[in-house]
């Protein structure tokens, strides 16, 4: 069921993948802010997240995103330094999830739209 589910995913749309903040990748040197701006994300679309220490990365909801601060929604990745993260439809919020680092900007909201058919 899984691998079919895959595969129709695969041949009904083009996924992007997008490495965040390009060749900085997920620090706070980028404004993710305006690295989001002008991009249309869709469902299915995968960002890569590529960070070095003490950075990391968590996926979390719109409180914590707007508060720098983690709660019982959020999940934060394992600090690999390389994440990959698959978009699904809706609203999509990412912190660092330490609230000095993630108040510098290190955070982000997309809105991943219905995949084009
Ligand atoms: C985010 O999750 C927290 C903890 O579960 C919850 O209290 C809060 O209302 C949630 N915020 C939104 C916008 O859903």
Redesign the pocket.
């Known amino acids: 069921m899984l691998v079919l589910m895959i595969y129709c995913v695969a041949i009904s749309t083009a996924a992007v993948t997008y490495k965040v903040g390009d060749e900085e990748g997920w620090d706070p040197v980028v404004s993710m802010e305006s690295w989001t701006k002008g991009k249309t994300f869709f469902a299915g679309d995968v960002l890569e997240f590529i960070y070095d220490d003490p950075y990391d990365v968590a996926v979390v ?4 995103h707007d508060d720098c601060s983690l ?3 959020s999940i934060v990745l394992e600090r690999t330094g390389d994440n990959k993260y698959t978009l699904p439809f809706g609203a999509n919020y990412f912190i660092d999830s330490h609230p000095d680092i993630c108040a510098l900007g290190l955070k982000m909201a997309i809105d991943a739209k219905a995949p084009p058919t």
């Open positions: 909801n719109k409180t914590a709660n019982d929604a």
